[in-house]
């Protein structure tokens, strides 16, 4: 589709729209749910033995630690602890 919107004489002459392209959006699916079912502290343990940087690692447990799902109805909103999966 995006290849679609380049200028070409072809497109030019026969002067088809074309659209400003000006940003995307990306989004995955977890078919599996596997990214909510990881162990924090085990794939955490891991980093070191895969040559991850500590500055790296600590700023992944760091954004990992103390997560919370903020539930909202009926205009009461209620923090859920989540202890399991990825950010």
Do not use: C
């Not at 995006?2 to 074309?18: D, V």
């Not at 447990?61 to 539930?71: A, K, P």
């Amino acid at each position: 589709m995006l290849a679609m919107q380049r200028s070409t004489l072809f497109s030019r002459e026969q002067k088809i729209i074309r659209y400003r392209v000006a940003g995307g959006i990306g989004v995955f699916l977890d078919i599996e749910r596997a990214f909510d079912m990881v162990n924090r502290a085990r794939l955490f343990s891991k980093l070191a033995t895969l040559g991850v940087p500590q500055p790296i690692a600590q700023l992944l447990i760091q954004w990992h630690q103390d997560t919370r799902y903020h539930l909202a109805a009926n205009g009461v909103e209620e923090p859920i602890a989540v202890g399991r999966g990825l950010r």
